[in-house]
């Protein structure tokens, strides 16, 4: 039983090293002290330097605003590729469709960046984040939806077609009501893809605009201050929830990332 | 794997309908990505043989307001990376960094993961969720967490601090698909090796582990991948002297404005990603032959 003990230390310090360091930032958010050194007290007065930090704010709402919209629309995108690419036979939907979630951030973000500037000559700011944002999350809308249809059952769809639903139809009565968690948890995912980067947003937002992880980046560069931690606590939260919120209401969302590279590569004989 | 959508079956010749709402599905996100993904995707293989314009950016195709332009192709940025061996020194270092970065990951995640594959079945997801759970934050967010606990340590910007940053960013893109292959192994197989006197050292090594390998395989890609292109955690933890290929692109792209050359070493770096990724999956389809 030995082998079994040595495991079990093993996971539990793999677990303490995923959460020890989050629960250091979270806790010194209430520090009653300009410095992360050592605790000096409990205070909640980080939290009221946030609520009157213009950029701070500013930053929050570009957030938000962006979030809204491009989760919205990569929803309705992401939906539409994950059923074309459960339905019909496509070669390039689905590497187009998994090519953003698999590169490295940067490359999208330098070859948007490219194109915005060279192509279109457009002043980077809110459009150029938008779409930016809903390059990548189209993606992971897609495979979640896509992971929900290959664990239903064939026969529904079949059915509808011998009883003369014709394409609408289907889709109306048949296919929206299977998916619709895997579409609500698509866009809760999307929302929080959006609210969350860094790397892509960075390259495309030009001076004007600012998120909040341009935010951060930019304080955390000068110096750290427990501001940071409390924003940071307050940012996990809102993703934190999401997250439990997306897995409860379609379970593809935990797995969808995983079936994503078996249901595209090619068939296993 | 899953039987074919039915529609699949005879797909010669779909019924009109069908083929009507076969593109009205597929052609709104299709013409998306191609103008957003596949058209920046073509000005980058484009820009990389183009020469930089006198006020940074690229050189515009026509003489504009008394700017010379210039059409031409040219291999001067190739050229360029090829005529200081430091270039060549940053992609190697990079290479060495995410291969440092797969390797502790996978050491760190594999007890992990086959300690949540032998759970009971009904306490797995909650194991699984609380992966998840720290991964759903922020990654600068994670990443300022290594500055407040390494500061005091002195061991901030340094290349340990690099490692221990990429490390904590990407575990979890290893234990998942270690997890999910972990989780199919047949038990019954280690009671037969067990049965027929293996120590628990040896069940792991001549069963177990051989098992896991397109799992391996699969989350080694995962991990190596983002791993490439950071520039972030080495900027924010690392020295000077720790500069990676993501560093050296962001520097042409915002900095020194030399957008050929910085076109130049993303499609270097697509090259190594694509070979990457091609040999993991070539590795994950024999594993899974076994």
């Given at each position: 039983m030995r082998a079994g003990l040595a495991l079990w230390c093993a996971a539990m310090a793999g677990y303490a090293l995923l959460y020890i360091p989050l629960a250091i930032v979270v806790l010194f958010s209430f520090?009653?002290?300009?410095?992360?050194?050592?605790w000096m007290g409990f205070t909640t007065r980080w939290y009221a330097t946030l609520l009157r930090d213009a950029d701070m704010l500013a930053a929050a709402r570009n957030s938000l605003v962006i979030a809204s919209i491009s989760s919205t629309l990569s929803t309705l995108l992401g939906t539409m590729a994950g059923i074309a690419m459960h339905k019909y036979r496509f070669r390039v939907l689905p590497v187009l469709v998994l090519a953003p979630v698999a590169m490295p951030e940067i490359l999208l973000g330098v070859s948007l960046l490219l194109f915005f500037r060279q192509m279109l000559d457009l002043t980077l700011g809110f459009w150029s984040i938008l779409v930016s944002h809903i390059t990548f999350s189209l993606g992971a809308v897609a495979i979640i939806v896509h992971s929900r249809l290959i664990g239903m059952d064939k026969n529904v769809f079949e059915a509808a077609r011998d009883l003369g639903a014709n394409p609408w139809k289907t889709f109306r009565h048949v296919t929206l009501p299977l998916i619709l968690p895997a579409v609500v948890a698509g866009f809760l995912i999307a929302f929080t893809l959006s609210i969350d980067d860094f790397v892509i947003t960075f390259f495309n937002a030009g001076v004007g605009v600012k998120t909040l992880p341009l935010q951060i980046y930019s304080m955390i560069k000068v110096a750290v201050t427990p501001e940071v931690n409390a924003v940071s606590t307050l940012l996990m939260t809102v993703t934190l929830t999401m997250i439990v919120a997306a897995s409860r209401i379609?379970?593809?969302?935990?797995?969808g990332r995983l079936h994503a590279h078996k249901s595209t590569g090619r068939k296993r004989a | 794997m899953t039987e074919p959508?039915?529609?699949?079956?005879?797909?010669?010749r779909l019924p009109r309908v069908e083929r009507i709402a076969k593109w009205v599905t597929a052609a709104p996100p299709y013409a998306f990505l191609i103008v957003f993904l596949v058209l920046p995707s073509i000005i980058m293989v484009v820009a990389s043989f183009r020469f930089p314009g006198e006020f940074g950016g690229l050189a515009p195709l026509r003489k504009v307001a008394g700017v010379a332009g210039d059409a031409g192709l040219t291999l001067e940025s190739y050229r360029f990376f090829f005529s200081d061996v430091i270039f060549a020194e940053i992609l190697v270092k990079s290479l060495l960094v995410s291969l440092a970065t797969t390797l502790i990951c996978l050491a760190l995640a594999y007890p992990l993961a086959l300690w949540i594959a032998r759970r009971p079945l009904r306490q797995r997801d909650v194991m699984v969720i609380l992966v998840i759970l720290p991964f759903s934050s922020n990654f600068l967010i994670r990443i300022y967490a290594w500055i407040i606990i390494l500061g005091p340590f002195d061991l901030l910007y340094t290349p340990f601090a690099v490692i221990a940053g990429m490390v904590y960013v990407h575990l979890p893109f290893m234990i998942l698909p270690l997890y999910t292959n972990l989780e199919k192994h047949d038990p019954l197989l280690l009671d037969a090796a067990r049965d027929l006197g293996a120590h628990p050292w040896q069940r792991f090594w001549k069963v177990t582990f051989p098992m896991s390998l397109p799992g391996i395989f699969s989350g080694s890609a995962l991990v190596f991948i983002p791993v490439l292109g950071i520039f972030a955690i080495p900027e924010l933890l690392?020295?000077?002297?720790?500069?990676l290929i993501g560093n050296l692109i962001k520097e042409q792209f915002?900095?020194?404005?030399d957008w050929p050359f910085g076109a130049a070493l993303s499609l270097i770096l697509t090259l190594v990603f694509l070979a990457v990724a091609t040999l993991s999956a070539r590795f994950v389809r024999r594993g899974g032959e076994r």
């Open positions: 520090n009653d002290s300009e410095l992360n050194a050592q379609s379970p593809e969302v935990l797995h | 959508h039915p529609l699949r079956e005879n797909q010669r690392g020295g000077t002297g720790d500069i915002l900095e020194s404005r």
